[in-house]
T-cell receptor, first 119, second 115 residues
């Protein structure tokens, strides 16, 4: 079974440009999460999508946005890139936390990430 | 929102000794506490998780303990081996519907096993 896949592996952009990162979840997973991993800063929560809707958003400016498609894959868009946006962007997927009568946290499985470099 | 603190940030132990990493969380509603291991250049991988209805969970050389009263949980690795060298992240989340169900991660512990 394929794991979470992300593309591209590396992305180089200049300040002010826009970046689009893509994620395909594990088959059967409907939730997709995006995290930013900047050097030495751990994993910072960006966005959570489930069933095509944005369920939660981290403390990031509006130029970070995304969407989830009917096949549950997801895109993360970063507009007006700044130097400090350089980081590893990790996507994770999980089963729907609301799939049972009693909602429960589900395990997250991560992709290998997209290394975004802003010059 | 949830705040997770993790200590120490770096840890070096002799091969065969034990390693302990500690985390505290702020939201008393949190009930799910996973640990992830991230080797250099690789994706974070879940190694063990615990839910708030248990106080301890073991999986071979790895164990996690949870103290809900004190709001802290710890990862214990016994008989450490060189392949245990990695960055370890703790995390916490609330039950779905509480508005804070996303996983909040600690800042990571870089564990180095000295041969």
């Amino acid at each position: 079974e394929a794991g979470v896949t992300q593309s591209p592996t590396h992305l180089i952009k200049t300040r002010g440009q826009q970046a689009t990162l893509r994620c395909s979840p594990i088959s059967g997973h409907t939730s997709v999460y995006w995290y930013q991993q900047a050097l030495g800063l751990g994993l910072q929560f960006l966005l959570w999508y489930d069933e095509g809707e944005e369920r939660n958003r981290g403390n990031f400016p509006p130029r970070f946005s995304g969407r989830q498609f009917p096949n549950y894959s997801s895109e993360l868009n970063v507009n007006a890139l700044e130097l400090e946006d350089s980081a590893l962007y990790l996507c994770a997927s999980s089963l729907d936390v609301y799939r049972d009568l009693i909602a429960t946290n589900e395990k997250l499985f991560f992709g290998s990430g997209t290394q975004l470099s802003v010059l | 929102g949830e705040n997770v603190e993790q200590h120490p940030s770096t840890l070096s132990v002799q091969e065969g000794d034990s390693a302990v990493i500690k985390c505290t969380y702020s939201d008393s509603a949190s009930n799910y506490f996973p640990w992830y291991k991230q080797e250099l250049g690789k994706r974070p991988q879940l190694i063990i998780d615990i839910r708030s209805n248990v106080g301890e969970k073991k999986d071979q050389r790895i164990a996690v303990t949870l103290n809900k009263t004190a709001k802290h949980f710890s990862l214990h690795i016994t008989e450490t081996q060189p392949e245990d060298s990695a960055v370890y992240f703790c995390a916490a989340s609330c039950p779905p519907g509480f508005g804070n169900e996303k996983l909040t991660f600690g800042t990571g512990t870089r564990l180095t096993i000295i041969p």
